[in-house]
């Protein structure tokens, strides 16, 4: 349960990062800071659950599990796949946004 709460907290910071690099990077499609910020961190939790179910986590060595089962790998998984997430959704979230207003 706790490695999952780390994973988890991990993907949303992750999230909220890549959002707002991709709302600085695609100007129109930005929802100001905060707004890709949310959008990035909300994408990244979820992106990263469903990254985390299918690719699943891989086992524990026992020097992993004896440092509270935290590996380098995974971090970077989640890292990657909450920022990724984040990008996307807000990215996908921006152009949604701006369909409807016109």
């Known amino acids: 349960?706790?490695?999952?709460?780390?994973?988890?907290?991990?993907q949303i910071i992750a999230g909220a990062i890549g959002g707002t690099a991709a709302g600085n990077?695609?100007?129109?499609?930005?929802?100001?800071?905060a707004g890709d910020a949310i959008s990035g961190a909300v994408?990244?939790?979820?992106?990263g659950q469903?990254?985390?179910a299918v690719l699943?986590?891989?086992a524990a060595p026992d020097a992993a599990?004896?440092?509270?089962?935290l590996d380098i790998g995974g971090i970077v998984k989640d890292l990657v796949g909450g920022g990724v997430g984040g990008a996307v959704v807000m990215a996908i979230i921006g152009a949604i946004r701006?369909?409807?207003?016109?």
């Not at 349960?1 to 991990?10: A, F, H, K, P, R």
């Not at 599990?65 to 089962?69: P, V």
């Not at 701006?98 to 016109?102: E, G, H, P, R």
Request: charge should be positive; glycine fraction near 22%.
């Open 25 to 33: 990077a695609l100007k129109d499609l930005s929802m100001g800071k």
């Open 98 to 102: 701006n369909a409807m207003a016109k």
């Open 50 to 52: 469903i990254l985390m």
């Open 43 to 47: 994408g990244g939790g979820v992106v």
């Open 65 to 69: 599990a004896a440092a509270g089962g």
């Open 56 to 58: 699943g986590g891989a």
């Open 1 to 10: 349960m706790e490695g999952t709460l780390v994973n988890l907290i991990i």
